[in-house]
């Protein structure tokens, strides 16, 4: 299957979990006074760190849950799957959020300088671990399937390796950038 399928399918996966994320009923996800708190709490704690610590954790976090995401995917694609519509769901939700409280151009501003490297990076990462994975499974079930692993996750790799590099970018315009625009 040719790869811009498999970033079709990523998107797919991501845009639905935005849509569901931004729509008005209640109770898909539960932002409670303790989870904001504590959300509070870590971000309090990574602001007061130096900007370049800061954008390492934030590099160090994405890339480390793209690569498990990766390494995960021969096991039914569900990690994947469910990063991608999770993160999609988050993101609706979240910016719905702040957009009734703020802006739409106030959440546009916070997103769109580092998104625009950092939802290719994550679309780009997870596509290549759904063509991963599927090409794992179907080679422990189909003989003639096992000689196109190798290729299948050479390719992926360089395609993972990507959205990696994608991601340095992104959090250092997280880090930088979007404070200074939201101030």
Request: one cysteine or more; hydrophobic letters at 60%; aromatic letters at 8%.
């Amino acid at each position: 299957m040719r790869y811009r399928w498999w970033l079709l399918g990523a998107t797919f996966l991501f845009v639905m979990g935005t849509v569901i994320g931004t729509l008005p009923f209640t109770g898909v996800i539960d932002f409670s006074a303790e989870g904001i708190a504590t959300i509070r709490q870590f971000v309090d704690i990574l602001i007061s760190l130096p900007a370049p610590v800061i954008a390492l954790v934030i590099f160090i976090k994405n890339a480390s849950d793209l690569l498990l995401s990766f390494a995960l995917s021969p096991m039914l694609c569900l990690v994947p799957v469910l990063a991608l519509a999770i993160n999609g769901l988050l993101l609706g939700s979240l910016s719905a959020i702040v957009a009734q409280q703020e802006s739409l151009g106030f959440v546009l501003t916070g997103l769109l300088p580092h998104g625009i490297f950092e939802l290719p990076a994550l679309i780009i990462g997870e596509a290549a671990a759904l063509s991963f994975g599927v090409a794992a499974i179907l080679a422990v079930f189909r003989k003639r399937d096992r000689e196109l692993l190798l290729p299948n996750l050479k390719q992926n790799l360089k395609y993972l390796l990507l959205a990696i590099g994608l991601l340095i970018p992104a959090a250092i315009i997280e880090t930088y950038l979007t404070p200074l625009l939201l101030a």
